[in-house]
Every structure is written in C-alpha cells, then in structure tokens.
C-alpha cells in the first residue's frame, strides 16, 4: 500500500542554524504534500503544503521542496528558534475523492538555546 | 471561535469495556476523520466521512465503530475487540482539498 518514510526521526540543531527534514513517497499519483507541527499534547498544526505542479514553495523562514521524478519532498527551516522545537509530520495524498493523507513517522526537533 | 473539540482529553478504561470518544466540529466541513496516534509511528487513519451518514474503514479499523448522523459530530467507540487501544486519538475534519484541521487530541489508557 501507499507509504511515506520520513527521516530523521531526531533532529538537534543550534539556536540560529538550519534544519532540513526529508520524505519519500511511494504513491506516484500523489499530488499533496502538506507539512504539519504537533506540540505537546496537541493535535498537528499545518505549517506549509505544496501541490505537484510547483517544486518550490516558501512562507518566511519555512521553505518546502518537491522532486516528483524521485517522489522527494523536504521540509526546510532556516534562523531555527527555540519555538520551533516540536514534532514535524510530513504527508502525501491525492486530492481526489479518495482523500486519504498518509502520514510519515514523525521527526523531533529540538532547537538548543 | 470555530473549531473541532474531543472529549474527554484523558480516558481510562479497563479491559473488557468499550468507550466512545466525541468529536464535534462548528467549522460546516463534510468531511470528518480519526487517526491513531503511537510514539514513532505517525499518525494511522482508523475511520473517515465524506458526508452525513456515509463512512469508510481506513487503514487500521479493526476494533473500532463510528456513526455520521450529523454533519457536526463523528464520535468513534473504542470496542472490546481492539486489541491494543492505550494511544493518542485524533479527531479532524476538512471542508474539501487542502488543509486538514485538528482537534486537541484523547488520550484512552487501558488498564
């Protein structure tokens, strides 16, 4: 069935310095990246999506990349800040009917002072 | 403010008994969704809705049972028949493509 590996799974970086997360899917169909940030005890929070027809989509320090031929897309986050320590989700679906995202594992980040 | 809440945030349940977690939205989305949530595993989707009265299994549905008599709640019960149930459970919903909004989450112990 459809899947979606996300890696790492931790990520610690310095106050200031960037973080790259990645994903692979393997639904060649899908056509829907979203990106989303859990806290503690929270439910997800969409943080930035991005649809098949552009390879790059940037919102201030959030950036996102697809590459659909490789079925890659990164989550970037550039001036990293305390506040942005969390659990980042990737996902991919089609934007069909069927709507179902599938979710990668997760990845914590933590941003060290 | 519109939103989607669950309750209970915590649930405590022994072995045996079956629980119900709600979910209602104020949002007028049609489609609504349950997700399981487990340390290192992303988020599994148990149920789904696109409509009022309509439901689909998801990829994880043994053990559970839901109900859309109304556009504005979907509650998921929790059976006996779910093997392992302790996890975090998460309630969404979503007005066409795009964004999927959550809810807070409910966290069901078994004891």
């Known amino acids: 069935g459809e899947n979606v590996e996300q890696h790492p799974s931790t990520l610690s970086v310095q106050e200031g310095d960037s973080a790259v997360i990645k994903c692979t899917y393997s639904?060649?169909?899908?056509?829907?990246f979203p990106w989303y940030k859990q806290e503690l005890g929270k439910g997800p929070q969409l943080i930035i999506d991005i649809r098949s027809n552009v390879g790059e989509k940037k919102d201030q320090r959030i950036a996102v990349t697809l590459n659909k031929t490789a079925k890659h897309f990164s989550l970037h986050i550039t001036e990293t800040q305390p506040e942005d320590s969390a659990v980042y989700f990737c996902?991919?679906?089609?934007?069909?009917?069927?709507?179902?995202?599938?979710f990668g594992s997760g990845t914590r980040l933590l941003v060290r002072p | 403010d519109g939103g989607i809440t669950q309750s209970p945030k915590y649930l405590f349940r022994k072995e045996g008994q079956n629980v119900t977690l709600s979910c209602e939205q104020n949002l007028n989305h049609d489609a609504m969704y349950w997700y399981r949530q487990d340390p290192g595993q992303g988020l599994r989707l148990i149920y789904y809705?696109?409509?009022?009265?309509?439901?689909q299994k998801g990829d994880i549905a043994e053990g559970y049972s839901v109900s859309r008599e109304k556009k504005e709640s979907f509650p998921l019960t929790v059976t006996s028949a779910q093997k392992n149930p302790t996890a975090f459970y998460l309630c969404?919903?979503?007005?066409?493509?795009?964004?999927?909004?959550f809810g807070e989450g409910s966290r069901l112990t078994v004891l």
């Open positions: 639904d060649s169909a899908s056509n829907y």
């Open positions: 969404a919903s979503r007005p066409g493509p795009g964004e999927l909004f």
């Open positions: 996902a991919a679906s089609r934007e069909d009917s069927s709507y179902k995202l599938i």
């Open positions: 809705s696109q409509i009022v009265n309509d439901f």
